[in-house]
């Protein structure tokens, strides 16, 4: 266990932490596998928890303590009435949908909710976080990983204490914070200027510890994982949060015709063109990051750009390759940019950021907003 022993993370706004976790869903499962590694940035779940309105009080509870900055103590002498009051306490036989099997089962308990509390607060806080890590690094292009030295950290992340590396390196995909349940590690921004003042260089990326070998028994999902990061830990809460903030392809815009399934499933064809609309951002291959266009608006850019509803991999019609190339350079040199009122598909009037650009005979614009984004191209006279 390491890093930042107090809630909530120094440096992070707590509307940025809200922000991540009342973008959530809800999401009903009996096992902790049910709902799985990255899905947690998306999903509001708690094991057992098998009904609506359990999880509504829960989850009250959680945003009180990330709004409000509820204790530990207050949050479970608030919250326990109510789950004793539902029957959602101590141990019970239940019904595994799953299998069909009745099993006994922990239910609430204080063990329980101190995890409930810890897990969704630190990991709205470092989602939070690496939303402003992503604003700011043009000033702080470096990360430091920084643990709590007292004595009760795993030995792994005792020794990823100090690491030093760029903020878009790979390593922190899989080993910003929080790495295992009840982590406390956390990564501090650095500028060069101060690395030199505190006479600290960019680290040589460390080797990597053992593996070892993990099953979710409830998929079948088999893998390997370095020591130092626990089963289900291994993704960066911060990147699969811009995800999420990545704009939707509007149906008008795109093929519709193209393969369905989940955005990590991309075709090896797919994943050039939208790594090539990540590039003219500055991205690396398969990121998330926040970019500030000229204006000083914040746009999450990410491959979620091009997957629509239900997982549906959108590409711009015609030629993809030419036309991604002229929806960038309208976004990133645009010769106008503004808002523009425009009629959604179900009749409601929608604010959206417009982009402008001419060039070589061709005029082409951008728009972005809440519901989605959509784009068109015609001849510059007309």
């Known amino acids: 266990m390491s890093g930042p022993e107090e809630l909530p993370l120094a440096g992070v706004a707590p509307e940025e932490a809200i922000a991540f976790f009342r973008r959530k869903g809800f999401r009903i499962g009996f096992n902790w596998q049910d709902v799985f590694k990255a899905e947690h940035a998306r999903w509001f779940t708690v094991a057992k928890a098998m009904s609506r309105d359990l999880l509504e009080d829960i989850r009250e509870a959680v945003d009180k303590a990330i709004s409000e900055g509820t204790t530990l103590d207050t949050f ?20 595994d949908p799953a299998t069909g099997q009745h099993e006994l089962v922990q239910l609430g308990s204080p063990r329980r909710l101190k995890t409930i509390f810890d897990t969704n607060i630190r990991t709205a806080y470092q989602a939070g976080k690496w939303e402003r890590i992503q604003r700011t690094k043009a000033a702080f292009p470096f990360l430091e990983y920084s643990s709590v030295m007292d004595g009760r950290e795993r030995q792994e992340h005792h020794d990823w204490d100090g690491i030093i590396l760029p903020v878009d390196h790979p390593w922190w995909k899989t080993h910003y914070g929080p790495c295992d349940w009840n982590c406390r590690c956390s990564a501090i921004p650095r500028s ?11 680290s040589q990326v460390p080797p990597a510890n053992d593996l070892y070998p993990w099953t979710n028994s409830r998929t079948g999902e088999t893998g390997m994982l370095e020591k130092g990061i626990g089963k289900g830990w291994d993704y960066n809460v911060g990147e699969e949060y811009l995800r999420g903030l ?56 990410g491959r979620g750009w091009f ?53 070589n005979g061709m005029r082409t614009r951008v728009d972005v907003g809440r519901d989605g984004w959509r784009w068109e191209t015609k001849p510059a006279q007309t």
């Open 76 to 95: 479970k002498k608030e919250l326990r009435p109510k789950l004793e009051a539902k029957g959602w306490w101590g141990k019970k036989i239940m019904l």
């Open 192 to 202: 060069q200027r101060m690395l030199d003042r505190m006479g600290k260089t960019v």
């Open 246 to 301: 990545a704009p939707s392809p509007l149906p008008e815009s795109f093929d519709g015709t193209d393969e369905v399934g989940a955005a990590a499933e991309l075709s090896g064809a797919q994943r050039v063109l939208v790594d090539r609309f990540l590039k003219l951002f500055g991205v690396p291959p398969g990121g998330e990051a926040i970019w500030t266009d000229k204006d000083g608006w914040p746009l999450s850019i």
């Open 307 to 359: 997957i629509g509803d239900g997982g549906a991999v959108r590409l711009p019609r015609g030629a993809a390759g030419v036309a991604i190339d002229r929806i960038g350079a309208a976004i990133v040199q645009p010769d106008d940019i503004g808002w523009a009122w425009v009629r959604g598909a179900d009749g409601r009037a929608l604010l959206m950021r417009r982009y402008d650009r001419v060039a």
